[in-house]
């Protein structure tokens, strides 16, 4: 994927790591300088570039020692939680002198207020190091409903992962100047994969429409502070559970891509993407162009009861629709939902069962019966329902609200044989699973 280049960012602006669109503003960081670079999304009345200063640039230094002190402001979040929405910059917390954040007040139109908070992330980075045994390595931040997810880069040898805080803690930790090491709600594993045999590591995030779209490098490095030989960059969508729900490669002339943000653009949505080079003498540039439109996610329930060596599987027909066949719970999801949720709730909505123990078995590319692309996610979930057969109203739902379910439970063996060819793909996991249990 690539698109036409909008231009340098600003002529001292070589390492740009993260952008945000905030009302008519553009909010960009370099992670060696410091300072945020704001310019009106409107340049047609020649704004200049404002440079809001969060600490002392100190002497002029060489390369290593520039490295070495820079405050590597990787990520800034758009925080809209508390008493009134805020930028955020975060430092990576590759080392000890990159612990360290910032944080402004919005005006209405979007720009930065002058005075800023600065934050200490010690105390939450050393929590994030003590759960998953390596070096913190934030590249990026983005709200998503009421959570904050931070992305954390791997090396080219390391997971990558998503770090899950409660925003109105995280607002709340700002207005006191203290951020508790417990803000840590979970995290998540996530495999990128690679580009030309190197391992992608996270650089920015977005949030568009309740989905959460990510870049991505393929950088040959083993560490968190090194750079490396960069073989590309990607343009992804995960869910939170930290599923890979799509990637496309990015064209940016063998420039790591390192911000994105997005915006409604007529009837697509455009992103913006920031480029840096790893070298001060070449400028970062800004990219655009428009995101793919993702394929539906659908969950494809298998519920059953009963003993380990005579389950049962819940299934359902349609009077209304004799041609629908016999079915298993199945629907859309929404790009926020969780999967697992979305299965609970998909079974809930068309049987009024309530299921535990939900886990996946495997994802499939599927047509829907309207002949659009579908990526499938099938589950395995149990329940201890004590009716055998009962009829059931669906009251939710776009597509069911008031249509009329026949449900009941039959013999798991005969499933191959009753259930609809669209629905058997994985039916043969879940035997596996039952009889491996005791």
């Known amino acids: 994927m690539s698109g036409p280049q909008v231009g340098d960012v600003a002529s001292s602006a070589s390492a740009v790591s993260s952008i945000v669109r905030a009302g008519r503003w553009l909010h960009l960081v370099a992670d060696d300088q410091p300072h945020v670079l704001s310019m009106q999304i ?15 640039s100190g002497p002029a230094l060489d390369a290593v020692e520039r490295k070495a002190t ?13 008493s009134s929405p805020r930028l955020v910059a975060l430092g990576s917390g590759s080392t000890e002198r990159r612990r360290a954040g910032y944080a402004w007040q919005l005006a209405d139109d979007g720009s930065l207020a002058e ?6 992330l010690g105390p ?37 992962r ?17 951020v508790a090491p417990d803000l840590l709600e979970r995290l998540v594993d996530c495999e990128l994969g690679t580009l030309g045999g190197v391992r992608l590591g ?43 729900i799509g990637t496309w490669r990015l064209d940016a002339d063998g420039a790591k891509v390192e911000g994105i943000c997005a915006h409604a653009h007529g009837p697509a949505t455009r992103a913006l993407l920031v480029t840096d080079s790893d070298d001060p003498a070449v400028a970062s ?15 494809v329930v298998y519920v059953t009861r009963g003993t380990h060596d005579e389950p049962e599987l819940l299934v359902f027909d349609q009077p209304h629709d004799s041609s629908a066949g016999t079915q298993v719970p199945a629907g859309g999801i929404d790009p926020h939902e969780l999967a697992e949720a979305g299965a609970a709730r998909e079974t809930m909505e068309e049987t009024a069962v309530e299921v535990h123990d939900v886990r996946m078995l495997g994802r499939m590319a599927q047509l829907a019966s309207d002949g659009t692309p579908c990526d499938n996610w099938y589950f395995h979930a149990r329940c201890e329902h004590p009716l055998d057969a009962w009829t059931h109203v669906a009251t939710a739902g776009e597509a069911d609200a008031g249509l009329e379910f026949a449900c009941r439970f039959i013999a798991l063996a005969d499933a191959g044989t009753i259930v609809h060819p669209a629905h058997r793909a994985f039916l043969h996991e879940i035997r596996i699973a039952r009889s491996a249990l005791p």
């Open 42 to 56: 409107d340049r047609s009345a020649g704004a200049a570039t404002i440079a809001t200063r969060f600490r002392d």
């Open 70 to 82: 820079k405050p590597d402001v990787e990520a800034l979040l758009l925080l809209d939680a508390g």
């Open 115 to 120: 005075q800023f908070i600065a934050l200490d």
């Open 124 to 160: 939450l980075y050393d929590t994030i190091a003590a759960r998953t045994g390596a070096t913190v390595n934030v590249e990026g931040a983005c709200q998503l409903g009421d959570e904050v997810l931070l992305l954390l880069r791997s090396s080219s040898t390391g997971a990558n």
């Open 162 to 178: 998503l770090a899950t805080l409660r925003a109105w803690r995280l607002a709340q930790s700002i207005d006191t100047g203290n």
């Open 202 to 244: 996270f650089t920015d995030a977005t949030v568009v429409d309740g989905a959460l779209w990510f870049t991505a490098a393929a950088e040959d490095t083993a560490n968190a502070y090194d750079d490396g030989m960069v073989a590309g960059s990607v343009l992804g969508v995960l869910d939170r559970d930290g599923h890979v």
């Open 285 to 299: 540039r800004l990219l655009e162009c428009d995101l793919p439109v993702l394929p539906r996610r659908r969950v």
